[in-house]
């Protein structure tokens, strides 16, 4: 009997505690919870922080040395018309808007060199903005046609446009996206909305296959205002892969120049200092 009694004594009743050892009690364990937060948190923070350092110092170290550069782009703009039939001097149209877009790539030194000679060339990551009027996409487009309207259905980019790289000393075929090892010619991509305006009847004696026909049909600038963006992709003959990103709006006009007004503008971008090749790998 007596041994019972010794254990009913040794068993804590927290009924018999006072409130206020059990205030300390519940702020001790508050204060051990927050404590053991703060460490871990501490140490996760310390964690990412040196591991995005040694991103940066790696992707810092590919780059010293980067050989390509994006030296400008030249894009072509006007409009298009399609005649599907004439009644009594009437034209019956279908409008659509194009754009050719002239890339200049640069590779550096001078000379030729495994480092700077591409072996491979594409573009993805492809993105265009979605218009009020018409269908857009990118084209295949041979350098020769810049400027002219030779928009082809079987032509048209899913989601990766290749470029065949040919040596220096070989002819370029344009019209299959041939380009020179060391970049000495530019690449062309063509965009195109087709069918911004059907059945637009139009009675004038010449028909004017230029942008002026977008102005003759009312067609705000707005509704066919875009923006296009890419990756083009660079692989040199070291295998080693480098990426720049292009963003910009089909331009309407240039200092002298409207689409609407002159028919076509072209339109130089220079300014592409935030556009840099990053070396992947």
Request: glycine share 2%.
């Amino acid at each position: 009997m007596r041994r019972t009694n010794t254990r009913k004594r040794n068993k804590i009743n927290f009924k018999n505690l006072d409130k206020k050892a059990i205030s300390v009690i519940i702020v001790l364990s508050i204060f051990v919870i927050f404590l053991i937060f703060i460490i871990v948190f501490f140490v996760q923070n310390t964690i990412i922080n040196k591991s995005f350092e040694k991103d940066y110092s790696v992707s810092a170290a590919l780059n010293e040395d980067n050989p390509f550069s994006l030296n400008k782009l030249v894009i072509f703009s006007s409009a298009t018309v399609d005649t599907k039939e004439v009644n009594n001097s009437v034209w019956n149209l279908d409008i659509s808007q194009f754009a050719d877009i002239c890339i200049y790539l640069n590779n550096t030194p001078n000379d030729n060199t495994l480092k700077n000679t591409v072996k491979k060339l594409y573009i993805d990551n492809i993105n265009i903005s979605k218009t009020e009027l018409g269908t857009t996409f990118l084209y295949q487009k041979s350098i020769q046609d810049f400027g002219k309207s030779t928009f082809e259905d079987n032509k048209i980019f899913k989601d990766k446009i290749d470029f065949n790289l040919v040596n220096t000393d070989e002819t370029a075929n344009y019209s299959n996206n041939e380009i020179f090892n060391n970049l000495s010619n530019p690449i062309l991509v063509g965009f195109y909305n087709k069918n911004i305006k059907t059945n637009f009847l139009n009675s004038n004696s010449e028909l004017d296959h230029s942008g002026r026909i977008l102005k003759e049909a009312k067609i705000p600038q707005q509704s066919i205002e875009c923006n296009i963006s890419f990756d083009i992709n660079i692989t040199n003959e070291l295998d080693e892969e480098y990426i720049c990103n292009v963003n910009f709006n089909i331009p309407f006009e240039n200092d002298t120049k409207t689409v609407y007004e002159d028919g076509y503008i072209t339109k130089e971008l220079t300014n592409l200092e935030n556009y840099k090749f990053l070396r992947l790998k």
